[in-house]
């Protein structure tokens, strides 16, 4: 009885945040936070509104999200009886339980972990629950898992630096995705909600962010860009180019989620492209083609640079941007 008074008032922390569906708050009252972790908290820590660690593996750690953002999270991809949905970085499977409660017996939440003893954590807690509607699997999230698709929506709980066309393959058209995405350039992450249609994908940011950062494929943006930056730099280029633009943070922000082309390198901020590269020291330093870069910035200019939070980008079925619109 006294979990359950701790468990109501974490629903009562939750409310005062935002507007959410009842099936969400009912479910927070329904699983015990406590049992997913490996620590003895006091039972005002593991009720409180905040992220806790629950596991940890040499250097790796499992968190619980703070709760009233997976509740807006749920809210956000409209989580609803029947769903069938696909969670990234499960952890010790708190929040897969949670969103199990809400979709109920006829849906389905999968749960992917990439560490083994989370993986294992999450699996005995849930058969101890008695929860039959929660799948786990142990591999990278980058893959999805094609065998139970198509999803009505992905929840991702882990920082990721990119959205793998994989996860589109796996949504129903209508379907949405929920993804904090780690703008590494910027030291930013925006909570981004993608959303599938017949012609197209679009985006919008939620809200800023901070989570533990994606290992493996989800997490290794970067390096990918390093590598095919110094492939592209061993061409020979004629002539440099320069161009100016503003807002320096909010413009990596919105050339990330745009072309998903940025690297660091040396202190240095690189675009990259196939056939070209560009510097920024303060403008852009161009060499080669880069006219990705330029359609971004020209669209974004006669967007009077407006934040990514005002913003709409559009992508194809392959994630290559097509435009951006004012919300």
């Given amino acids: 009885m006294l979990m359950d008074s ?21 479910a927070f009252k329904k699983v015990p936070r406590e049992i997913f972790c490996e620590y003895d908290y006091p039972a005002e ?35 609803r009886e029947g769903m069938r949905i696909l969670e990234i970085g499960s952890g010790t499977g708190y929040n897969a339980c949670v969103m199990a409660q809400v979709v109920g017996e006829n849906g389905l939440v999968v749960g992917i972990e990439v560490n083994r003893k989370f993986f294992e954590h999450a699996l005995r807690i849930t058969e101890s629950l008695g929860i039959k509607n929660v799948f786990f699997m142990n591999q990278d999230g980058a893959l999805g898992y094609q065998d139970l698709a198509p999803y009505d929506a992905i929840v991702v709980t882990v920082a990721v630096d990119k959205i793998p066309v994989e996860w589109f393959k796996q949504l129903k058209v209508g379907g949405r995705i929920i993804a904090p995405v780690d703008v590494y350039t910027a030291q930013s992450q925006p909570a981004m909600l993608f959303e599938k249609s017949h012609e197209f994908i679009v985006t919008r940011e939620i809200v800023e962010t901070r989570f533990l950062k994606a290992k493996g494929l989800l997490g290794n943006l970067n390096q990918d860009n390093i590598e095919k930056l110094l492939k592209v730099q061993s061409m020979n280029f004629s002539g ?3 161009v100016c633009c503003c807002f320096e943070d909010e413009m990596f922000r919105v050339l990330h989620l745009a072309c998903w082309s940025l690297c660091q390198k040396e202190h240095r901020v690189y675009h990259v492209e196939d056939n070209g590269y560009a510097i920024w020291q303060g ?5 080669g083609s880069t006219d990705e870069l330029l359609k971004v910035l020209h669209q974004w200019e006669n967007l009077d640079f407006t934040g990514l939070r005002n913003l709409q980008i559009a992508y194809d079925e392959n994630m290559n941007f097509l435009r951006m619109t004012l919300i």
């Fill in 6 to 26: 701790w468990r109501n008032e974490l629903v009562r922390q939750i409310s005062l945040t935002g507007q959410y569906d009842e099936k969400i708050l009912q």
């Fill in 45 to 79: 820590v593991v009720y409180s509104d905040d992220v806790i660690i629950t596991s940890k593996d040499k250097d790796n750690h499992s968190t619980s999200s703070q709760p009233s953002l997976m509740a807006l999270f749920m809210e956000v991809i409209g989580i």
């Fill in 240 to 242: 440099l180019a320069k």
């Fill in 283 to 287: 403008k852009w330093e161009l060499f």
